[in-house]
């Protein structure tokens, strides 16, 4: 049971280039989430999707774009690289509307932007 | 805006002595998590606390949380090194739903010897 699988889980970007990181999950979780973690900030929320069909934006969604393929894969797209963009990006997913079941995460993401 | 902030952001200790780490948000939740973190991994769900007086308890590793207050705490019991990394508490919207979770910024514990 592999739970959440992001891809890559490295990458050195220019800046300027574009990529798309991966998620998927194999647990029939309906949201699915893209964080960026930063030292001493802790998680910040880029973009959710509460549902296949519908994305919405968080805390920091500049410079992002995401599309929700599918109900197991949730990409999240850098379209012009910048060093601020340089950082570990996690996917999560959880079930809809469930008080009781945490997120899920992945692996992580770590992303550097020169 | 929902703000949660833990304290300590940085906590050395010894093996054997207690601790307890803070976690206050600002807005009403009924929906707090703890979560693990070890250097260069993902994040390890510990616990879930839902209800005003919720206390979990997983080994060396306790939780509560007092919705009143907003306020959860975690309290580490006769620490040992294992423990060493960085915990985060997380809370969720009122009532449950999509919109993710906020993160405090992390405590990260070193325990030594």
């Known amino acids: 049971n592999a739970g959440v699988t992001q891809t890559p889980k490295f990458q050195v970007l220019k800046t300027g280039q574009s990529m798309t990181l991966q998620c998927a999950q194999d647990?029939?979780?309906?949201?699915m989430y893209w964080y960026r973690q930063d030292p001493g900030m802790g998680l910040r929320l880029i973009y959710y999707s509460a549902s296949e069909g519908t994305t919405d934006k968080g805390e920091v969604p500049n410079g992002y774009n995401v599309s929700r393929l599918n109900k197991r894969e949730f990409s999240l797209r850098l379209e012009s690289a910048a060093p601020s963009q340089t950082s570990v990006y996690f996917c999560?997913?959880?079930?809809?509307?469930?008080?009781?079941?945490?997120?899920?995460f992945g692996q992580g993401t770590r992303l550097t932007v020169v | 805006e929902l703000k949660v902030e833990q304290n300590p952001l940085f906590l050395s200790m010894q093996e054997g002595k207690n601790y307890t780490i803070y976690c206050n948000y600002s807005?009403?939740?009924?929906?707090l998590y703890w979560y693990r973190q070890d250097p260069g991994k993902s994040l390890e769900s510990l616990f879930v606390l839902l209800s005003n007086g919720a206390v979990k308890q997983e080994g060396r590793l306790m939780a509560s949380l007092d919705t009143k207050a907003r306020l959860s705490t975690l309290h580490i019991t006769a620490a040992v090194h294992d423990l060493s990394a960085t915990y985060f508490c997380a809370v969720g919207p009122l009532g449950g739903g999509a919109d993710g979770l906020t993160f405090g910024k992390g405590t990260h514990l070193i325990i030594q010897p």
């Open positions: 647990m029939n979780h309906n949201s």
């Open positions: 807005t009403t939740s009924d929906r």
């Open positions: 999560a997913s959880s079930p809809y509307l469930t008080r009781s079941t945490e997120a899920f």
